[in-house]
Each structure stands twice: as structure tokens, then as C-alpha cells.
């Protein structure tokens, strides 16, 4: 198909903003008269709290409130999206090292800091669970009250929940060789450029909600819920994200800001920095056991996994995360057994939520690792092995859902022919692949309004939230190829809840395919309206909206519409709308001495079906390999063993810096049209970081004959690990 | 010190004169963003290790989160606000734009901003030199690949 500007590179749209210093993010929202909030906190992971003076804060000149868990009553409000477990401040006891205690509120900044630090907290430490074996141990403590917990079977143990998944039979499964590894994966932040900042605002009856978020919808509901009010009188106002990654799709403080704007009856405001935002979100590690079966030529005969995810204080999103990330852990190959369990333990850390690839690039390191150790023993190229196990397009591989829904063999060539797979390297270096796979979206409900004004411009409301991946981008190019109308007379209207119409959520890589559908719908929508006014005798839009709206003005509304409803019965309770995959390859050197790796050659290959935007695309691509070799190298989160974070913020935190990407990097991609999104388009938002890190692992292993089972790989690990094989030797 | 007291200040910033009274405990970038409504300096770690705050102070680049407002007194500072001439983006802004060198565009503009400084400095850099100069910012969206490119492209706009 040829089109005018689908597939072709536009510019950003906001990007003239963002390189002048225009874009207003949440902490550039200013509303007058508005308080300013700082967290009190306790220096443990633990603590009974014994009592909290406020007296000396109180005292502070310009100080309005100390709020505290005692100002609360019974029974006490509580949020998240799949448990409603956090309470807006913690209650009778911290439950993470971060866990606020108080907050003071205060006519400026400098005060609420005079203030918080006035504030006396008495409290107790109280021993805590940090790690998984801790969360295992029937003798400790009990994270969550078994209370809270309603009547799950696990209640009075710090496992939140339990996963089962699987076909076949592993235990008669007949393979020629069996290997049983544990892999584990860090504790990663989100590292948002763009610390949190919230304001809650009321006038009169409405509840206005300033916040950097990915769901503004869902925190319309969650302070509905804690404030009583209708959803009409709750509003949401998301400027575009700074970055989000999964990190910003649920609230956090912003509940208990609105809890005190509404007993104040003023705008309460709180700005967090980056090293704040370590203890309001992070990433779940897991210790990932797999015993696998393959058959001597090649093929994946089984896998056997138990899977423990550590998580959080709270829920939050964790259980989808786990449930999502367990399901399609076999990767995406016909495999005639399959056995998963998983489980999500409870701790006393910073309560984990979605980071792109949610839950898969855990269960890739190990499967995509097996795979690799598997094709050495067998004397099969670890490409070859690959090849030999993936479904053809319309093949089935998981039992309840949709069959491979793309040239998955495609892919895999394009990043062999890319890498130089079958090409001579030097001997000091290694190559290594890795395939990943993520489940989409199983249900949506995206909404758009599109107007055509009486001048032939546009006005395109979505409610989807652009945190860099360029949406309103890739709509602007939807809506002008569909109406005609230049990118650059149409104005994208996202992130106003009292604004936009309803979209369930940005995240698992879903805005361009649903909203996409719903803004082609609606355009579609104005386009017949236009040809009914044209069989009135006029042609071009101009002429048409001339004859319509030339006298009394007006303009021409499309609604366009997309949703997928849940499946009772299915394990995830929806079929994905499409399969993310992604072939990464690398080609790398470990410097014996020191440990260290160097990436001389990173290659990410993805199914995208259409790429509407590609440079776009690329910078995915880009973005998400870079942050994967952060991950992969140096990235994670380190709590003592009192459960203190130890490396929150950017100085003890290292991500990539310009000068630690691969020395060439590429991005390429696979267009069938087969995609569920408009022109054939699938999402690729998270493809690119879903198997880096088992790329990189993979890679070292051939080039030093050392496998490493957890992540990151940083110069110790590796240097360790090498003189142990050494020593061995 | 005290956190009433207030120093007066005369500053320079894009061309415009400033006269005002700063808290003595005040950053720089607290005083653009908070007093004076400059808010396209970024804040996000606020102790000098992520370049988002990234300014020109008599022509260095500064990381405004960590240098008080009090000692600004006569300086002459350039913002990312100050690159745009009557509506007409800097070489280094169109090439952002152009090269994909944006995408959240948190970093973005203390990442202008150093490239600026780095231009200036060394006009027409070497990848090398590029990603040194920049390795003090970080960003996590684009992988740097477009930004390289971007501060590539107009260091070689500027030979002409
Ligand atoms: S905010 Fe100044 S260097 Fe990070
Ligand atoms: S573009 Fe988002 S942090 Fe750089």
C-alpha cells in the first residue's frame, strides 16, 4: 500500500516544545495559592511507629498541617489496582524504607522542609523481609496483616499469590538431555528522567489532579473512591510524561495529597527528586529455577519452572506482572510440555510496578539462556536451535490462545544477516542472540473524537499519554492521512480526564494499535460525514465544509471507538491483540582483566507490522537497547540487610551514559501489514528491551566459555566468575 | 545562614536584566524556575549528576542545581528559553528536532544546552569529543544514538 505520511518520518509532534523549553511537565504546573507538601520519613525498612510530635513543626512559621496515620480513622481507605491493600499514609507501622510517616504542609518549600525536619517520630525498628528467601521463611514476620487480606488461601504467609500454567506432561516428556539451571534478575528503577510531582487542587466540588501518569483514568477512580465524589467532579489533568516506563501507571502520593487538599480546602503541591523516586517504584527481580528437556536435534522438549518474584510492601500492579510475565515464559516456540509456577512474594521494599517488557525480561534470561547452554551440549547453533523451535505464521503455541501471528523466521534472519551471524569474528569476541516475546494488551476500551473545524483544521481528542514514545505523532499522521488534513493544522488534545474521552490506560505497547483504531475510526467517521454533505454537490473538504458551515458556522465531529472484551475462562482473561517479538543480537568483547564488556555491535530486529513512523520505531529501538544494557551491566538496586536502599539516585545509581552504548547500533524491522493496528501496525514499545540482557549473557558465554546466571553482569561478577572457572580449570 | 535571608541580585539571563531579592540558600535553578517562571530548566537529581539543569553562566556550562543564586550577582546567563531567535529555532534546536534526538524531552533541554557550550567550545566535534562533552547528561528514552547524530549535524551546519 502507498500512503501520504503514514510511514514516513515525521517530526515529533511537540517536539518544537521540547526543544525550547515550552513543554510544561507536572512540576512546571503552577496553580496560585497552592501549599507545599514534604514527606516525613524513617531511616529503616520496619518500624512500629511509638508516636509523632508535631509540636515543633507546627511551631515552624508557615507551617498549615502535620497529617499523619492517626488523623485517620477505621476503617481506613485503601488503594491499588489489583488489591485495594496501601493505605494513603502508612498506619501504626512503616512497611518499607521510604514509607512516609507525615506529611507537613506548608505556605513554601523551605518551610515544609523546616517543618519536616521538626517533626519528632518515635519509633520502633522491627526486623524485616528483604530477600527471597526471607519472604519464604515461615519465621518472619508477616508483611501484610492477614486481615487485610480477605480470604486467600495464602493470607498467613508473604506469598501473595500463586501461578499455574502449562500443557503437556513434564514428567513423561522424553527428551536427550536435561538441564536444570537458577537464574536471577536484579532490582531495576525506572529512572524517569522526570522525578515525580503531583498537586492536588480542589475548586468548589471538582478535585483536580496535576500528575505525570500513564492511566489517568484509573486515578480518577481511585480518588472518586477516596474522596466520594462522582467521577465528573474528579479531574485529572497528565501532562506528558518525562519519561514513565511502566514506572508512572498507578498512583502515589497523589491520594494522600488530595485526602489533605480537600480537608485544607487548597492546592497542596509535592515535588520529588530523582532520588526520592527510588522509594516510590522499582522494578521485580526473580529467582527463575529451570529444568529443561531437549531432543537431540534440537528441539525444546520441556521446561519446568518455578519462578519467585520478589515484590513489595503493596501489590500495586505486581500480580499482572507476574501473571502476564509466567504465562508466554516459554518463549515464543512449540514446545510439547510446558509447567510454570510462579509466585509473588511479599517484602519489605519499595513496592515494585510495570517496567517495559513487565514481567518477561525476568523469564527470558532464564528460557533464552537454557536454550543457548542447550545448543553447546548439542553442538547446534544457537540460531539454528532457534529456527528449528519457532512457529510458522498460523501455527499454534500456546494451547488457549491465538496462533504466531507473524514471520517470526524473518525476524531472526534480519538480525543474523545484520549482526553477521554466519560471518568470521575476531577471537576475542563473542556473539550472542536471544529471542523475546510479550503478551499485549487482552482487553481496551480507547475512545476518540476527532473534529474537523470549519477551516479544514483539526482537533483530535485521545486520552492516551505521551511519555516520549510519540503518540500524539503517530495519531497527528492517522488523522492527516485519513482527512487530508496538513500535521501540521491538527492539534492532539490528550491528558485532561475532564476533557479527552475515557481510554483504559497507555501501557503494554497498545496506544498505537486501539487508540490508533479509534482515531482511524473516528476519522473515518468525519470522512462520512463529509461524503454525505458531498452528495449535495460538492467535492474537496474546503468546498464541502464552505457549503456546510459558510453561513452559520460549525464544525464536523467523528467518534471512533475501540475495545476488546474480556474472555471468562482465559488464564489472562483476554487473548493478546498481538505478539511483540524481538530478536536481539550482539557481538561483544570481555576484557579478561578487568571484567569489563564492550558492545561493538548491537543489533534489535522486531515484528512490527507496519511501522508508521519509522524513525520513531528506531528510536524505540535505540532507547530500549540502551536502557537493556544498563540492566544487562550495571543497573540494581541494593537494600542492606535491615532493608535499606542503599544506591537511590543518580550518583549511586549508574545508568548508560553517552559513553556506554554499543559501538554501532541498529535497529531494523520486519513489515507484513499483519497487524492488528490501523495499516497493519503492531505495538513495539518494549520489544527492544524484553531479551538484551540474555543477548549480552549469551554473548559473554561464548566469548569467555563462562556462563553467568544473574544479571547485571557487572566487571566484578564477570571477573569473579572467571577466575572461578579458572580455578577449576 | 539564615533561610530569611535574601541577598539582591543583578543577572543577565537571555538578553533581559533581572533586579531580585534571592533566599542566600537559594540554586540558581531554584531561583529560574520558582521565582522567575524560567521552567525550561529541568530539575531531576538536583545534585549534579544528571545535567537535566544544565545552563550558560558567562559562557560555561553550569549545572544550575548546584551553584547559589547569591553568587550569580553580574553574571550573564543563557537559557534554553534564550536559543531561539524571533521564532526561529537554533541550528542545534532544528537538528534535535530533525535527527530525532527527542523524545520525552525531559533531558532535552539541559541536553541543548550542553551541546550548545560544547559547539561554542569546539565547533566541529568528533563523535568522541561529542560524547564527552555530553556524558555528564543523561538520558533514559533515546539511547543518545539521535542526539550524537543531532550535535554531528549542526557542528557541520556551523562550517559554512
Ligand atoms: S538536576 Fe542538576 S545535575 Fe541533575
Ligand atoms: S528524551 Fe526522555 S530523558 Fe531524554
Not at chain 1, 246 to 266: C, D, M, S, T
Request: negative net charge; hydrophobic residues 40%; proline residues 5%.
Amino acid at each position: 500500500m502507498s500512503y501520504s505520511v503514514i510511514g514516513s518520518s515525521v517530526n515529533r509532534v511537540g517536539g518544537r516544545d521540547r526543544v525550547t523549553g515550552r513543554q510544561v511537565y507536572s512540576a512546571d504546573v503552577s496553580v496560585a495559592g497552592t501549599l507545599h507538601a514534604k514527606l516525613v520519613r524513617v531511616p529503616c525498612a520496619r518500624a512500629r511507629i511509638v508516636s509523632i510530635d508535631k509540636t515543633g513543626a507546627l511551631g515552624v512559621p508557615g507551617v498549615r498541617m502535620v497529617f499523619s496515620g492517626e488523623d485517620l480513622e477505621p476503617p481506613y481507605f485503601r488503594y491499588g489496582p489489583v488489591f485495594a491493600d496501601k493505605p494513603i499514609i502508612a498506619i501504626g507501622e512503616t512497611k518499607y524504607d521510604g514509607d512516609p510517616v507525615a506529611v507537613v504542609v506548608a505556605e513554601t518549600v523551605d518551610a515544609a522542609e523546616a517543618g519536616a525536619r521538626a517533626v519528632e517520630v518515635q519509633y520502633e525498628e522491627l526486623p524485616a523481609v528483604v530477600t527471597i528467601d526471607q519472604a519464604l521463611d515461615p519465621g518472619m514476620p508477616l508483611v501484610q496483616d492477614p486481615d487485610t487480606r480477605g480470604d486467600s488461601p495464602f493470607r498467613d504467609t508473604n506469598t501473595l499469590k500463586e501461578w499455574r500454567f502449562g500443557w503437556g506432561d513434564v514428567e513423561t516428556a522424553s527428551a536427550d538431555l536435561v538441564i536444570e539451571n537458577e537464574y536471577s534478575f536484579p532490582m531495576i528503577s525506572q529512572f524517569a528522567m522526570e522525578p515525580f510531582a503531583f498537586t492536588a487542587a480542589p475548586d468548589h466540588d471538582v478535585m483536580t489532579i496535576y500528575t505525570s501518569i500513564q492511566i489517568p483514568t484509573k486515578m480518577q477512580k481511585t480518588i472518586a473512591d477516596l474522596l466520594g465524589k462522582p467521577l465528573s467532579k474528579v479531574r485529572v489533568v497528565a501532562p506528558d510524561p518525562g519519561g514513565a516506563f511502566g514506572g508512572k501507571q498507578h498512583p502515589k502520593f497523589e491520594p494522600v495529597l488530595a485526602y489533605i487538599a480537600e480537608k485544607l480546602q487548597r492546592p497542596v503541591r509535592l515535588e520529588l527528586t530523582l532520588a526520592e523516586s527510588f522509594y516510590a517504584v522499582r522494578r521485580t527481580s526473580a529467582r527463575v529455577r529451570v529444568r529443561s528437556g531437549f531432543t537431540r536435534d534440537g528441539k525444546v522438549a520441556f521446561h519446568d519452572v518455578n519462578a519467585d518474584w520478589l515484590i513489595g510492601a503493596y501489590a500495586d500492579i505486581t500480580p499482572r506482572i507476574v501473571e502476564k510475565g509466567s504465562y508466554a515464559g516459554g518463549g515464543p516456540y512449540v514446545i510439547p510440555a510446558v509447567r510454570i509456577l510462579s509466585r509473588a512474594l511479599l517484602s519489605h521494599t519499595t513496592p515494585p510496578s510495570a517496567f517495559r517488557g513487565f514481567g518477561v525480561p525476568q523469564m527470558n534470561l532464564a528460557i533464552e539462556s537454557q536454550l543457548d547452554i542447550a545448543a553447546k551440549k548439542l553442538n547446534i547453533d544457537p540460531m539454528e536451535m532457534r529456527l528449528r523451535n519457532i512457529p510458522r505464521k498460523g501455527q499454534n503455541f500456546l494451547p488457549d490462545d491465538p496462533a504466531c501471528d507473524g514471520h517470526w523466521d524473518q525476524v531472526i534472519a534480519r538480525a543474523a544477516e545484520n549482526i553477521g551471524w554466519n560471518t568470521p569474528k575476531e577471537s576475542n569476541r563473542g556473539r550472542g542472540m536471544a529471542l523475546g516475546i510479550k503478551m499485549s494488551a487482552t482487553t481496551a476500551a480507547s475512545y476518540s473524537v476527532v473534529r474537523l473545524h470549519a477551516d479544514g483544521s483539526a482537533t483530535l481528542l485521545c486520552g492516551t499519554s505521551d511519555m516520549g514514545q510519540g503518540a500524539r505523532t503517530v495519531y497527528a499522521q492517522i488523522v492527516s492521512e485519513e482527512l487530508g488534513v496538513p500535521i501540521e493544522r491538527i492539534h492532539v488534545v490528550m491528558g485532561d480526564t475532564s476533557t479527552v474521552p475515557f481510554d483504559l490506560q497507555t501501557t503494554a505497547s497498545r496506544s498505537t494499535v486501539y487508540m490508533g483504531r479509534a482515531v482511524y475510526a473516528a476519522s473515518q467517521d468525519v470522512k462520512r460525514q463529509l461524503q454525505e454533505a458531498s452528495s449535495q454537490g460538492s467535492d474537496s473538504n474546503e468546498e464541502i465544509l464552505k457549503s456546510l458551515f459558510g453561513k452559520v458556522s460549525g464544525e464536523i465531529i467523528g467518534v471512533g471507538t475501540a475495545r476488546a472484551e474480556k474472555r471468562d475462562g482465559h488464564p489472562l482473561g483476554g487473548h493478546t491483540a498481538f505478539y511483540e517479538l524481538v530478536c536481539t543480537a550482539v557481538e561483544i568483547e570481555v576484557d579478561r582483566e578487568t571484567g569489563g564488556v564492550t558492545i561493538h555491535k548491537l543489533v534489535t530486529a522486531g515484528d512490527v507490522g507496519k511501522a508508521l513512523n519509522p524513525q520513531h520505531v528506531h528510536m524505540q529501538d535505540d532507547g530500549a537497547a540502551v536502557m537493556g544494557i544498563g540492566h544487562a551491566l550495571m543497573e540494581h538496586l541494593i537494600y542492606d540487610e535491615r532493608g535499606r536502599l542503599r544506591n537511590a539516585g543518580a550518583l549511586d545509581y549508574r545508568i548508560p551514559t553517552t559513553k556506554d552504548t554499543p559501538g554501532k547500533m541498529v535497529s531494523v524491522f520486519v513489515e507484513n501489514e499483519d497487524g492488528p493496528g490501523p495499516y497493519g501496525a503492531k505495538g513495539c514499545a518494549e520489544s527492544g528491551l524484553l531479551a538484551i540482557g540474555t543477548a549480552i549473557a549469551n554473548a559473554v558465554a561464548d566469548a569467555t566459555g563462562v556462563r553467568i546466571r544473574e544479571l547485571p553482569l557487572t566487571p566484578e561478577t564477570i571477573w569473579s566468575a572467571l577466575q572461578e572457572a579458572g580455578d577449576r580449570s | 545562614m539564615n533561610e530569611m535571608t535574601t541577598v539582591p541580585i543583578a543577572v543577565t539571563i537571555n538578553q533581559t536584566r533581572y533586579d531580585v531579592e534571592v533566599k542566600a540558600h537559594h540554586t540558581l535553578l531554584e531561583v529560574l524556575r520558582e521565582q522567575l517562571h524560567l521552567t525550561g530548566t529541568k530539575r531531576s537529581c538536583g545534585e549534579g549528576e544528571c545535567g537535566a539543569c544544565t545552563v550558560l553562566v558567562n559562557g560555561e556550562a553550569v549545572n544550575s542545581c548546584l551553584v547559589l543564586a547569591a553568587e550569580m550577582d553580574g553574571a550573564e546567563i543563557l537559557t534554553i528559553e534564550g536559543l531561539e531567535r524571533n521564532g526561529e529555532l537554533s541550528p542545534l534546536q532544528q537538528a534535535f528536532l530533525d535527527r530525532g534526538a527527542v523524545q520525552c524531552g525531559f533531558c532535552t533541554p539541559g541536553m541543548v544546552m550542553a551541546a550548545e557550550y560544547l559547539l561554542r567550545t569546539t565547533p566541529h566535534p568528533t563523535e568522541a569529543e561529542i560524547r564527552e562533552g555530553l556524558s555528564g547528561n543523561l538520558c533514559r528514552c533515546t539511547g543518545y544514538e539521535g542526539i550524537v547524530e543531532a550535535v554531528k549535524h549542526a557542528g557541520r551546519e556551523t562550517d559554512s
